[in-house]
């Protein structure tokens, strides 16, 4: 089992541009999530879904979007890169709400120049 | 709202000496708990979880009891090791909620 994967590991992008980060989980979990840490804000949710087909806005996503066309995939697009958008972007799965726990992938260092 | 405050790191003890990161959390209902640990470089892996008051959740020697009567949910060790150094975050999942809310992390260093 793979678990959570996430390309790339590292990416700079300039003011402007946009990019694709994808995930993928092997698990067969229904709900995925992107979260971003940044230093002394902890992780905060940007976009998740509880199946294909269905997604929803977490507390901050202004400047992505999120598709879920397959129970595996969960990409992330930044529309117009910014600075502001300058963090550590982890993609998550689980089971199912409640008691389970998520199991993150390693993360994409993304810096926006 | 919804949040969970832990203890202000960065934390540094030496081997072998006990560790108690403080958590506690405001939620409403009764939510689940979680503590996270992240090596640097890598994502976040599931530690340990309770889900309803009075559950222990314990794994690699952590351990942490969910007392609702505190709304505290106290990671402890009795002996660190070097490789446990990390940063730890407490999280917590509501019933019904897609969202874990997380700490800001506890950096904890080891010294040999």
């Known amino acids: 089992n793979a678990g959570v994967t996430q390309t790339p590991k590292f990416q700079v992008l300039k003011t402007g541009q946009s990019m694709t980060l994808q995930c993928a989980q092997d698990?067969?979990?229904?709900?995925m999530s992107w979260y971003r840490q940044d230093p002394g804000m902890g992780l905060r949710l940007i976009h998740y879904?509880?199946?294909?087909?269905?997604?929803d806005q977490g507390e901050v996503p202004n400047g992505y979007n999120v598709s879920r066309s397959t129970t595996e995939d969960f990409p992330l697009r930044l529309l117009s890169a910014a600075p502001s958008q300058t963090s550590v972007y982890f993609c998550?799965?689980?089971?199912?709400?409640?008691?389970?726990?998520?199991?993150f992938g390693s993360g994409t260092r993304l810096t926006v120049v | 709202g919804n949040s969970v405050t832990q203890m202000e790191g960065p934390v540094t003890l030496s081997e072998e000496a006990f560790l108690t990161i403080n958590c506690t959390y405001t939620?409403?209902?009764?939510?689940?708990l979680f503590w996270y640990v992240q090596y640097p470089g890598e994502g976040l892996q599931l530690l340990l979880k309770?889900?309803?008051?009075?559950d222990k959740g314990s794994n690699k020697g952590f351990e942490a009891t969910y007392r609702k009567e505190t709304t505290s949910f106290h990671l402890e060790k009795g002996s660190v090791q070097v490789s446990d150094s990390a940063v730890y975050f407490c999280?917590?999942?509501?019933?019904?909620?897609?969202?874990?809310?997380f700490g800001q992390g506890t950096r904890l260093t080891i010294n040999p």
């Open positions: 998550a799965s689980r089971l199912g709400q409640g008691g389970f726990g998520y199991t």
């Open positions: 698990m067969n979990h229904e709900y």
């Open positions: 879904s509880v199946g294909a087909g269905i997604t």
């Open positions: 939620a409403t209902g009764y939510p689940s």
């Open positions: 309770a889900t309803k008051a009075d």
């Open positions: 999280a917590h999942s509501q019933q019904g909620a897609q969202k874990l809310v």
